[in-house]
């Protein structure tokens, strides 16, 4: 329960937590923070109302392996984010280096993501999927949660493909996004 400020009416709603804790960091005191921390490269597709849309993301996490959850956020700024926050299912693409294209073209505002019909197909369900990619996850939606200009999706991976994997302990051919720049790991940054 909330305690109620002494000078507040007990029908006044209570403080806002954050402001209660006195306030919160600046948007760019937040971004640097987050600059030095590099992400998995994931790019999401979904069918929207007007044909197939995508997005690059850095925030796919593993939630839970039984049942097999994942989480990732969509800002608001993004022409896809109306369609995959709407979407019942969505496919997630895990990307390694060789699909650096993939995610630049799903990165890039303004063109036709899905011009190149070469690069992509429909599954059986219906949703667009990069072919050829590392893997991929086609997921249920099973919660949004709207947290400041962006849509926090929780999802159930429903069916899995790998076309390229990597042995345990090995450090394959990983793509992560670090200060705002592509990279590639490999065994010249494994510290192990």
Partial sequence: MTAVPPTARPSDPAPHPVHALGGSVTPDDFKAVFRGHPGGVAVITAEGPDGPVALTATSV??????????????????????????????????????????????????????????????????????????AWLRCAVVNRMEAGGSTVIAAHALQSHVNRDIEAGTVGNALVYHNRVWHRLGEHSALD
């Fill in 61 to 134: 996490s593993s939630v839970s392996v039984d049942p097999p959850l994942l989480v990732f956020s969509v800002t608001a700024a993004s022409s896809a984010a109306p369609a995959i926050s709407a979407a019942s299912t969505i496919v997630v693409h895990l990307l390694d280096a060789d699909d650096i294209v993939v995610a630049r073209t799903a990165a890039t505002s303004g063109i036709d993501r899905f011009a190149d019909r070469t690069s992509w197909t429909r599954l059986a369900t219906g949703e667009p999927v990069f072919t050829g990619v590392r």
